[in-house]
Antibody
Framework: EVQLVESGGGMVQPGGSLRLSCAAS????????MHWVRQAPGKGLVLVSR????????YYADSVNGRFTISRDNAKNTLYLQMNSLRVEDTAVYFC??????????????WGQGTMVTVSS | QSALTQPPSASGSPGQSVTISCTGT?????????VSWYQQRPGKAPKLMIY???KRPSGVPDRFSGSKSGNRASLTVSGLQAEDEADYFC??????????FGGGTKLTVL
């Protein structure tokens, strides 16, 4: 089955860290640009970060640049998001998503179910 | 505040057509034909419904169509069905390789 499964979310205090994982299956992970998109409770979607097929090109939203690090292990078919110095405003459901073949940086044709990150004291 | 502007709600009766707008700027919708629409049901992951302004992924009913004029994109759902009730988000590629999303429109089938 073609799917993405996120894990690693939870509750953390401001200033803390979390590492999210996204396990891919059913498709050639190493051929796909991958993304993290978040959705705060009751809010819209926001692109957090993206990574190219070989990991050489990355992008970060201004709001997380310098605090979050995206990476991938193509041998393990897994995408990661290391989140440091977490803030209350980082509270959201974090989705991993696959970029399409024709528009890998801008269009997402497969999404995981999401993992909730709550930053609170 | 989201980068792209969508109406918070839209509605229609079964069988009717409804159009949802998505307004951006010359830095996103107006400059790129990478506008997408996603359907999201409560507690579920988004699903790609339209990409590159007007293309439909395999499996998406042809009742769903997309268009763009200037800085404004639109999603039209024809022949509304109860199963179409969901939130719909637009997105666009933008300058500086960003991707911006709309705030979402809750579609209600009356």
């Amino acid at each position: 089955e073609v799917q993405l499964v996120e894990s690693g979310g939870g509750m953390v205090q401001p200033g803390g860290s979390l590492r999210l994982s996204c396990a891919a299956s059913g498709f050639t992970f190493s051929n796909s640009w991958m993304h993290w998109v978040r959705q705060a409770p009751g809010k819209g979607l926001v692109l957090v970060s993206r990574i190219s097929t070989d990991g050489s090109i990355t992008y970060y939203a201004d709001s997380v640049n310098g605090r979050f690090t995206i990476s991938r292990d193509n041998a393990k078919n897994t995408l990661y998001l290391q989140m440091n110095s977490l803030r209350v405003e980082d509270t959201a459901v974090y989705f991993c998503a696959r970029g399409t073949i024709t528009a890998p940086r801008s269009t997402f044709d497969l999404w995981g179910q999401g993992t909730m990150v709550t930053v609170s004291s | 505040q989201s980068a792209l502007t969508q109406p918070p709600s839209a509605s229609g009766s079964p069988g009717q057509s409804v159009t949802i707008s998505c307004t951006g700027t010359s830095s996103d919708v107006g400059s790129y034909n990478f506008v997408s629409w996603y359907q999201q049901r409560p507690g579920k992951a988004p699903k790609l419904m339209i990409y590159e302004v007007s293309k439909r992924p395999s499996g998406v009913p042809d009742r769903f169509s997309g268009s763009k004029s200037g800085n404004r994109a639109s999603l039209t759902v024809s022949g509304l069905q109860a199963e179409d009730e969901a939130d719909y988000f637009c997105s666009s590629f933008a300058d500086n390789t960003n991707v911006v999303f709309g705030g979402g429109t809750k579609l209600t089938v009356l």
